[in-house]
C-alpha cells in the first residue's frame, strides 16, 4: 500500500500518522513524516515507543511478536512499517 502526500509516496496509511505524530513532540507541526525520519530524534522516548506499539496493535488488529521489538524496529516510520504490513500481509484471508 503506497500514499501519495505532498512530497512523494509514503508506504503507509493515514491512520499510521495519525498514530506517530502524537508522540513526535520535537517535530514541527507541518513538518512531513517521511520514512527515514529518525523518531528519537523527533521526540519518541522509551515511554512513547511503548504507547505506539499498543497502539498500533490496537488500530491495526495484530499482535507484535517480542523479537520484532527492537530499537532497530522504532528507529523510523519506515523500519516500524516494514513490520506492520508484514503483519497485516500475513494476517489477510487466503495467507498465513
Not at 14 to 37: A, G, H, N, Q
Not at 45 to 56: H, I, K, T
Not at 66 to 82: C, G, K, M, N
Request: no cysteine; aromatic share 6%; net charge negative.
Amino acid at each position: 500500500m503506497t500514499v501519495a502526500t505532498g512530497g512523494g509516496p509514503v508506504p503507509w496509511d493515514d491512520s499510521f500518522e495519525k498514530l506517530l505524530r502524537p508522540l513526535l513532540p520535537l517535530l514541527p507541526p507541518r513538518t512531513r513524516i517521511v520514512p527515514e525520519l529518525d523518531l528519537v530524534a523527533a521526540g519518541l522516548d522509551s515511554f512513547g515507543v511503548v504507547e505506539l506499539l499498543a497502539e498500533v496493535e490496537d488500530h491495526y488488529g495484530i499482535l507484535l511478536d517480542d523479537e520484532e521489538i527492537t530499537a532497530q524496529a522504532v528507529e523510523s516510520p519506515a523500519t516500524l512499517w516494514r513490520i506492520v504490513s508484514a503483519h497485516l500481509t500475513a494476517e489477510a484471508p487466503g495467507h498465513g
